[in-house]
């Protein structure tokens, strides 16, 4: 199985900061890498798919990078509704697998 | 928009079968791939299984293989997960979600999950 590392696995930020999250597999997955935004209690949300595209209705403020083994999550400006926790998850081979989690949390 | 409610959640003594179910709406459900992926209490995301848009492919991830099974009614536009000789640790959040438009592996929009707990 390819195994998917995100860093950090918690992170504490202000309203307004730039934030990234990085996501490294370990074995090429090409472009076929997704974020999910979930908050407590919810269904994980689509952001991004093919490493940087984003899903219909999400704002501009998320983008991501990255092929191959190395991809990066940032979010522009951190709003009050950013606080949640991100996965990554590679979709190139089976079994899809995700990342442990980042936890963005408010300073 | 899509829509994708699952049902068929409940406590359950291990070894027991429990049969989920996701009722979709808003896309042409005969046309995707779907999936169930599962989150236990306090923990992270594992996907469960895949099926195609007819029903001829089906995967599994190898904690479940030989005792869940996925399926689908494309008339009724739904999907199931038969859960047979369930476990503890198949204690967890079932979410199903449709899947992506270029890797068979790809999901994107999510149900908003039923609990399935085992516990004697």
């Known amino acids: 199985d390819i195994q998917m590392t995100q860093s950090p696995s918690s992170l504490s930020a202000s309203v307004g900061d730039r934030v990234t999250i990085t996501c490294r597999a370990s074995?090429?997955?090409?472009?076929?890498l997704a974020w999910f935004q979930q908050k407590p209690g919810k269904a994980p949300k689509s952001l991004i798919y093919?490493?940087?595209n984003l899903q219909s209705g999400v704002p501009s403020k998320f983008s991501g990078r990255g092929s191959g083994t190395d991809f990066t999550l940032t979010i522009s400006s951190l709003q009050p509704e950013d606080f949640a926790t991100y996965y990554c998850?590679?979709?190139?081979?089976?079994?899809?697998?995700f990342g442990q989690g980042t936890k963005v949390e408010i300073k | 928009q899509v829509q994708l409610v699952e049902s068929g959640g409940g406590v359950i003594q291990p070894g027991r079968s429990l049969r989920l179910s996701c009722a979709a709406s808003?896309?042409?459900?005969?046309?995707?791939?779907m999936h169930w992926i599962r989150q236990a209490p306090g923990k992270g995301l594992e996907w469960v299984a895949v099926?195609?848009?007819?029903?001829?492919?089906?995967f599994q991830a190898d904690s479940v293989k030989g005792r869940f099974t996925i399926s689908r009614d494309n008339s009724k536009n739904t999907l199931f997960l038969q859960m047979n000789s369930l476990r503890a640790e198949d204690t967890a959040v079932y979410y199903c979600?449709?899947?992506?438009?270029?890797?068979?592996?790809?999901?994107?929009?999510w149900g908003q999950g039923t609990l399935v707990t085992v516990s004697s």
């Open positions: 099926i195609s848009y007819d029903g001829t492919n089906e």
């Open positions: 074995q090429g997955i090409s472009k076929y």
């Open positions: 808003g896309f042409n459900f005969s046309r995707f791939g």
């Open positions: 998850q590679q979709y190139d081979t089976y079994p899809p697998t």
């Open positions: 979600a449709k899947g992506g438009s270029s890797r068979f592996w790809e999901s994107d929009y």
């Open positions: 093919a490493a940087s």
